[in-house]
């Protein structure tokens, strides 16, 4: 089992490389997880970087433990670029706002959407937990509002969050999400469905993304084996 991040040096003593994939966890279950905490332990250690690259790809997970990482990245003395390698949900969209730079190939998502949590009670903890969630689903307004500027007005992210809201790379660059919008690249698996399960208008191009990647990378090797029984055959042909 691996960390849902990685921090590395990079070739550039100057540079830094975070990678965010998976499911952010709040509790260490195991030596391989890890929290905030250990993520700023982490993140220390790197030293005097001035620029780092972080990576993305998750479907979100705990909330406060998302907030944290988005804002010890703030408070960075580094240059922070946030990649969207292919889906960033939930708060893990928070984190990835926090950045000082957002690069989203076309093909790459964020979601957004208020926090949840599952409740048991009577109607006046149930009104108590719906109060606690609107208060923490301010901590994500303020990080979107202070990324976006002029482009998004509160009222317009509370909608978005309201909506739990799928939107593409051009979508969030028009709404001020996204800085930069690059070419496609190969969406990289790392969610599974069940992790889908909680959230209610997944995109149907993101169900099945393991077996999809499964038949490319079967189709690939085809073509890579027809090359080089070609090249064979050539070479023989050419021996004769």
């Keep these: 089992m691996k960390k849902f991040w990685e921090v590395k040096q990079s070739a550039n003593p100057k540079e830094a490389e975070i990678s965010i994939y998976g499911e952010i966890v709040s509790f260490k279950w195991d030596d391989e997880d890890t929290t905030a905490a250990s993520f700023q332990k982490d993140l220390k250690a790197l030293g005097d970087v001035e620029t780092i690259n972080l990576h993305v790809n998750s479907p979100g997970g705990s909330v406060f433990e998302g907030i944290a990482i988005g804002n010890m990245l703030k408070q960075h003395k580094a240059k922070v670029i946030a990649y969207v390698d292919a889906l960033a949900a939930s708060i893990a969209s928070v984190i990835v706002a926090s950045a000082d730079k957002v690069i989203m190939p076309e093909n790459s998502m964020l979601m957004i959407h208020n926090p949840w949590q599952y409740a048991i009670g009577n109607a006046k903890e149930l009104r108590k937990t719906a109060d606690d969630l609107d208060k923490i689903a301010e901590s994500s307004v303020i990080t979107y509002l202070s990324k976006a500027g002029d482009k998004l007005t509160e009222e317009k992210i509370k909608e978005i969050m309201d ?77 004769l």
Aim: with cysteine; net charge negative.
């Design 163 to 239: 909506e739990e809201t799928w939107m593409s790379a051009d979508e969030a660059l028009a709404l001020g999400l996204c800085d930069e919008v690059v070419v496609s690249n190969r969406m990289a698996a790392s969610v599974s469905e069940s992790l889908f399960e909680s959230y209610q208008h997944v995109p149907k191009s993101l169900m099945n993304l393991d077996e999809k990647l499964l038949v490319e990378e079967k189709r690939q090797k085809m073509i890579e084996e027809a090359r080089q029984n070609s090249a064979l055959i050539g070479a023989i042909i050419g021996g």
